[in-house]
Structures are given as structure tokens and as C-alpha cells.
């Protein structure tokens, strides 16, 4: 089959990611799947090295463990992965900056160390530049290990740019040194600048370089001539502040891409990034590398204990109360002025940045006063999901994980979904749904198939003429005329999913006329040639 379009507006686009992946079409095998040939890519050490971890270690923290050391999240259940979501530390599962800072930084001081020991070398070598160059090769070695995906392949590449500029004496830490980093991977994945790994990547960097740029921080977190009680305060002040605006620059790209945002993830890291990086990732180095004699196990048993304590800490945050807000889905240009007013900011150093508010407060606006939709169709007809007076309710109670957490998230909701069956302003048959909701002043009456099977067609014609918005998966008879919008197969096979807004009488469809993009409407083989599909969209408009 060809590569699914977005299920509603403001879903995850597979298809894109899919045409620029090379892959022209998903299916479903029935056969037992048997390896002909190993591949040459190299992945047979990571595959290797991630079981061997999993072997060590019980339940998901085997997982995570994986995921810090290969990239590779397979063995993380479910549960625990919406956990580290939930509470902000999903980053933490995702092999970026932190990771390859621990590995330079690791690489570094065991290469310093052991080479002073050599009082020839201490005199006359410059021991700062060896141990960079085998930070480099750590950092290099690290992201090819893991998959080199975009996270990882922006960091290494800053971290290499750190590197060359510690040697040659000059100032790292710069936004310049993030410009690098993304005119790198864009030459590379210029496809990945409209993936939420980009964007929420390059956005917590550039945050935290800026924010550190700024005098009045740099004085506050400078260096100090003080006693260890402030200079841990400080510190923890440090760590408070720059996650907290982390949080504040990821929140509107992930409720772009995601739906929803958590809200506690800059406490939740003042214990999980130091827990992460100064007791979890060297106890599982110190593991393996005593693996190779056979004698890990003790470390094997530190590492387990440290990771329960972070998949705790993930439960508990995710289950505090307002842990996640949810938001429908936000306007493309509201999204666009926030990014703007975020670059502003970030970019100036004058008086000027502060002008950056204003598109960020207007894009923050718009998209908080976005109200939810009313009606979202799937693109095939099946699922329908309608605003009640109890919450977001689905036609059909057989509706896999993906579909139901894919309407819930683009309906604004946080969890699962009721069932429209059961509630009181509906009725509901094996075949039929009637339901009437209340929306831009007036009640509409919405009529839904629930089946395929054929419904008697004066029954039918009835129930159309007494509905205002009927959808079904099938194609419907021309006589079927309700009062303002019909979504049949025909129908939907031109727009796709649909999402309707009854109080802005607005109609939004995942298909657009003039749509040139090649994963909307790829080229097919067949027998002959054929004249090129024409959209035109039906016209909407109220009837009382």
C-alpha cells in the first residue's frame, strides 16, 4: 500500500517521511521473516551491543541503558516511555548533546590522566590538544555507533567545533557555533529542518547559548570568590533557570508536533541530567568494560538501582496532577510568528530583541484561543471523533492505539477518548449514529455509519435530510442530501481526513487544490498513461 497520508489534519505526516526516506510503500508480511544476508552497514555491533545490555538488566531500565549507549529504545515498554515523556525526559532516552558530552568529556580526562603520568610527554607535548583529538575520535565513533541521527550528528558536530576551538584557543561556546551545527546537518537532512528532532534540538541549544550570552547572566553565574554552600546554590540556580527556559523555547514546538507539553520536566531534570550523566553513564562504561573479564556484574547491579530511581522519578512527575497540557492543533502561522519572535531574541544582543515579544506573544495568543475541532474525520471514513458535552467521544469502540491516540491528541484531549454509543445525546444502531452538538450558536445534527453493511435506503434518505453533516465510509447516494456537508468515500478520497470547527464554520482537509508535493499524490505504475487528478473542494456553507 502507499505510505499513509496524516489520519486528520495536524497528524503525524508519515508519508512525507517516508518519500524522503525512499521508501515507496508499507505492507503487511503473513510469512515467517528468515535473514538471507547480514547487512554491511555496520549495525550488527550495535544490535549486538544492545542485547548484551538488555541481557544485564531487568524490565525497562535494560532499555534505557540501550538507549543511552546504541540509541536503540526498542526494549523500553510502553508505560515507561509515555512516563518519560510525560514528565520531560524523554531527551534524556534520545543520544544528543548530554550524551556526547559525558563521552568527550569522559574520553578527555582519562587521556590527560594517563598521559601525565608520562613526565616526558607532560613537558613536551600539549596534552590538551592530544586529549581533543581523542575526544573527537570518541565523539565520531559514539554518533556512528547509534545511528547518526539528526540529534546526534548536531552535536557531535558542535562538539568537534568545541574542540578545534579549545585548541586553537578560542571561545566555543557561541550561537555561531550552532549556525555550524545546522548549516551541517541541513546539507546533509535538509528535510529534517520540518521534524520536531530539529527543530526541538537546535532550539534548546540556541536557548541556552543566548541565555548565557546575556551580561547581567554571565556576571550572575561567573565565576565567584565564595564558599562550596553558594557556589552549589548558584549553581543550582544555574541549572534551574536554563531548564526552565528550555522549557518555555521546546513548549510551542512540541505542542505544534505533539499536542500536548509537560509542564514539570525543568524540575524533573534538576535531579535526572546530573543523575543521568555522573552516575548512570559511567557505571554502565565501568560495566561493560569489565564485561570483557566477566566481573560487571556488581556494576551491573548500580547501574539497575540508578535507573529504577530515574523511571520512579518519571512516574512521579507524570502523575502529578497538570503534569501535561494538551492543545489541539495550532495554526501553521501562529506557529511561525512564535519561531520568529523566538529568533529574534535569540539572535539580537541590543534593546532591539525585545521587539521579539511581540510575535511571540500574538503567536502564543492565537494558538491558545484556537478553539478545538468540532468533527475530525480519519481519511478512509471509518473513525469519527465528536465534541460532546462529556469530551471528545469516537464512533466505533474497535479502534486500534494509534487511532485513538491520534484523534485524542488533535482533539485537544489528554487520554483516551469516550465512545459515542454510550453517550445520552446519541443514538446509536450496529449500522447508524445520530448525535446533535451544540456549536456557533446553533445545534447540528451529525449521522455516522457504524458498519458496511447495507441500510435501507428510505431509512437512509430520511436520516440525511434530517442531518446536517453526514459521514460514512462508503459511497452514499446522490440522494443522500444533508442539509451542509457530506464526507462519503468520494468525498474523502479528494480531501482526505478532515477536521471541522462548527463556531468559525471552518473546514480543514489534509488535501489542498494545487498541491504539488510528490508524497500527496505520488506517481503510480500502470498500464497506460492517465490525465492528472484535478481537486476541486466542494463549496461549504450554513444552511438553517
Not at 515507496?24 to 544476508?37: D, I, Q, Y
Not at 555550524?180 to 537532512?189: H, K, Q, W, Y
Not at 505533539?258 to 565501568?286: C, D, Q, R, W
Request: aromatic share 6%.
Amino acid at each position: 500500500m502507499p505510505p499513509p497520508q496524516p489520519a486528520v489534519p495536524g497528524a503525524y505526516d508519515f508519508a512525507r517521511v517516508a518519500w524522503f526516506g525512499g521508501i515507496g510503500a508499507t505492507g503487511r508480511g503473513f510469512a515467517p521473516v528468515v535473514v538471507t544476508a547480514t547487512s554491511g552497514s555496520g549495525a550488527g555491533i550495535r544490535v549486538a551491543l544492545s542485547r548484551h545490555i538488555v541481557s544485564r538488566l531487568e524490565g525497562s531500565a535494560g532499555g534505557i541503558a540501550a538507549a543511552l549507549a546504541t540509541g536503540d529504545v526498542g526494549a523500553i515498554t510502553e508505560d515507561d516511555s509515555e512516563a518519560m515523556r510525560r514528565a520531560g525526559l524523554a531527551h534524556l532516552l534520545s543520544v544528543s548533546g548530554l550524551h556526547i558530552t559525558a563521552a568527550v568529556a569522559a574520553t578527555m580526562l582519562i587521556v590527560m590522566r594517563l598521559f601525565a603520568l608520562s613526565p616526558w610527554l607532560a613537558l613536551h607535548a600539549r596534552l590538551p590538544v592530544i586529549a581533543a583529538l581523542a575526544g573527537a575520535a570518541a565523539a565520531i565513533g559514539y554518533t556512528l555507533l547509534t545511528g547518526s541521527q539528526v540529534p546526534t550528528i548536531r552535536s557531535c558536530v558542535a562538539a568537534l567545533l568545541v574542540l578545534v576551538a579549545l585548541a586553537m584557543g578560542r571561545e566555543a561556546m557561541t550561537l555561531r557555533l550552532v549556525a555550524t551545527g545546522a548549516m551541517c546537518v541541513m546539507l546533509v537532512l535538509p528535510e529534517s529542518a520540518a521534524g520536531p528532532s530539529f527543530q526541538l534540538s537546535f532550539a534548546a541549544i540556541t536557548a541556552i547559548m543566548a541565555f548565557h550570552e546575556h551580561p547581567a547572566i554571565r556576571t550572575f553565574f561567573g565565576a565567584h570568590d565564595e564558599g562550596r554552600v553558594r557556589k552549589l546554590g548558584r549553581g543550582v540556580a544555574s541549572l534551574l533557570l536554563t531548564g526552565l527556559l528550555v522549557e518555555v523555547a521546546l513548549m510551542p514546538i512540541a505542542v505544534f508536533h505533539f499536542h500536548k507539553s509537560g509542564l514539570y520536566g525543568a524540575f524533573a531534570n534538576i535531579i535526572a541530567i546530573p543523575l543521568t550523566t555522573f552516575v548512570v553513564m559511567p557505571l554502565e562504561a565501568l560495566a561493560l568494560l569489565l564485561d570483557v573479564g566477566g566481573m560487571g556484574a556488581p556494576v551491573w547491579w548500580l547501574v539497575q538501582a540508578s535507573l529504577d530511581a530515574l523511571l520512579w522519578l518519571a512516574h512521579r512527575v507524570a502523575d502529578a496532577p497538570g503534569s501535561v497540557r494538551a492543545l489541539p492543533a495550532m495554526p501553521t502561522a501562529a506557529f511561525a510568528l512564535m519561531v520568529v519572535g523566538g529568533i529574534w531574541i535569540a539572535l539580537w544582543r541590543t534593546r532591539w530583541r525585545r521587539l521579539g515579544a511581540l510575535p511571540l506573544a500574538v503567536g502564543a495568543i492565537w494558538a491558545l484561543t484556537t478553539p478545538p475541532p468540532d468533527i475530525l474525520v480519519t481519511g478512509d471514513g471509518r473513525h469519527v471523533a465528536v465534541r460532546t458535552v462529556a469530551g471528545l467521544a469516537m464512533l466505533r469502540d474497535r479502534a486500534g492505539d494509534y487511532t485513538r491516540a491520534t484523534l485524542a491528541e488533535n482533539g485537544g484531549v489528554d487520554g483516551e477518548p469516550l465512545f459515542l454509543a454510550d453517550q445520552p445525546d446519541a443514538r446509536c444502531s450496529r449500522d447508524l449514529c445520530v448525535t446533535d452538538i451544540a456549536g456557533g450558536g446553533r445545534t447540528w445534527r451529525v449521522l455516522a455509519t457504524r458498519s458496511a453493511y447495507m441500510v435501507p435506503i428510505d431509512q437512509l434518505l430520511a436520516a440525511c435530510r434530517t442531518a446536517d453533516i453526514v459521514v460514512s465510509e462508503r459511497n452514499l447516494p446522490r440522494r443522500c442530501t444533508p442539509r451542509w456537508l457530506r464526507l462519503d468515500r468520494n468525498m474523502l478520497r479528494r480531501t482526505g481526513g478532515v477536521a471541522v470547527t462548527l463556531g468559525a464554520g471552518r473546514v480543514e482537509t489534509i488535501l489542498s487544490p494545487g498541491d504539488r508535493h510528490p508524497w500527496r499524490d505520488p506517481p503510480t505504475l500502470d498500464a497506460g498513461p492517465r490525465p492528472a487528478r484535478r481537486f476541486t473542494p466542494p463549496a461549504y456553507r450554513f444552511q438553517s
